[in-house]
């Protein structure tokens, strides 16, 4: 199985809007709500931010938002702010009854 | 609060077995949930390695099966990792983590331990 497919580098200035892509097939994302999205600062783990395409733990602020269309899945943060810098991976289930993971995208806050 | 502690050797020779353990506090390890492993080789991206549930059923990432294996010990509260001929490749920060089934939530992670292969 490949790895998703994500942007490497994203960017945008406080307050704007980002959207991060992540592309599969129609044997992971194509098929599946179960995508999940996670931020990594630098050193730390991984952290949850939407789960099941669309859906937010609790605690994370609701500027971050998902979607799916097709084979590709969206991770949106509105309003952006300084601490939101920092590695975006995407996550899916597979037809092989296995998870892959998307390259990541570094976002940058201008 | 669920917590999970990675914990093993930071150093492994090559073609040698890398082993790691993961410690869960705070919750039971058969309370119904995949437990899992991930990887980050330095300067890269996360790499599923794969999964186990607490009956001991587990699933492989394709490119590591022939490799790893992960096992569970209900009395110790733990489950583990074994990764079999590692070469310099294989060098990267593990994290153990939590997934709730039928979902892709998966929200407490392990803070990560760094594994270097080198002779």
């Known amino acids: 199985q490949s790895a998703l497919t994500q942007p490497a580098s994203v960017s945008g200035s406080p307050g704007q809007s980002i959207t991060i892509s992540c592309t599969g097939t129609s044997s992971d994302i194509g098929l599946y709500n179960y995508v999940s999205w996670y931020q990594q600062q630098p050193g730390k783990a991984p952290k949850l931010m939407i789960y099941?395409?669309?859906n937010r733990p609790s605690g994370v602020s609701n500027r971050f938002s998902g979607s799916k269309s097709g084979n590709t899945a969206s991770l949106t943060i509105s309003g952006l702010q300084a601490e939101d810098e920092a590695d975006y991976y995407c996550n899916s289930y597979t037809s092989s009854g296995t998870w892959v993971f998307g390259g990541g995208t570094k976002l940058t806050v201008l | 609060q669920l917590q999970l502690r990675e914990s093993g050797p930071g150093l492994v020779k090559p073609s040698e077995t890398l082993s790691l353990t993961c410690t869960v506090s705070g919750g039971s390890i058969t309370s119904g949930y995949y437990w899992g492993w991930i990887r980050q080789p330095p300067g890269k991206g996360l790499e599923w390695i794969g999964e186990i549930y607490y009956d001991g059923n587990s699933y492989y990432s394709p490119s590591l099966k022939r490799r790893a294996s992960i096992s569970v010990d209900t009395s110790k509260n733990q489950f583990s990792l074994n990764l079999h001929f590692v070469t310099a490749a294989d060098t990267a920060v593990f994290y153990c983590?939590?997934?709730?089934?039928?979902?892709?939530?998966?929200?407490?992670w392990g803070q990560g331990t760094q594994v270097t292969v080198s002779s």
């Open positions: 983590a939590r997934r709730t089934q039928s979902s892709s939530w998966m929200g407490y």
């Open positions: 099941d395409v669309n």
